[in-house]
């Protein structure tokens, strides 16, 4: 069984940089896209970014345009978070999660997505 382990998270001031890191482990799987959600309290679970297994193209959500950075390490079965010029409004639990997409345009539906970590917090304070 598959299993999305992530970390990476903590408490930054805003302004700042963190880097958030999600291994998948376990058995191989079939998943061809690799995705950050996020979820501030009171508020739905949303899209932050993706990058596909095989070529490396990565989608952002409009807010973290040009401050979040996707990328994945294949051999490594890792996927990174680069984030950075953070604002308060970026605090959330940011969740990893593993999916299979045949057009770009589902990149940002967590339906599409069938494997989640745990979670990690990012608090960004003022």
């Known amino acids: 069984q598959v299993q999305l382990v992530e970390s990476g998270g903590g408490l930054v001031q805003a302004g700042g940089s963190l880097r958030l890191s999600c291994v998948a482990s376990g058995r191989t799987f079939s998943n061809n896209i690799m995705a950050w959600f996020r979820q501030a309290p009171g508020k739905e679970r949303a899209f932050v970014a993706a990058?596909?297994?095989?070529?490396?193209?990565?989608y952002y959500e409009d807010s973290v345009k040009g401050r979040f950075t996707i990328s994945r390490d294949n051999p490594k079965n890792t996927v990174l978070l680069h984030l950075t010029s953070l604002k308060p409004e970026d605090s959330a639990v940011y969740f990893c999660?593993?999916?299979?997409?045949?057009?770009?345009?589902?990149?940002?539906?967590?339906?599409?997505?069938?494997?989640w970590g745990q979670g990690t917090q990012v608090t960004v304070s003022s």
């Open positions: 990058v596909t297994w095989s070529t490396g193209v990565s």
């Open positions: 999660a593993g999916g299979t997409v045949k057009s770009s345009s589902n990149a940002g539906l967590s339906r599409y997505y069938n494997l």
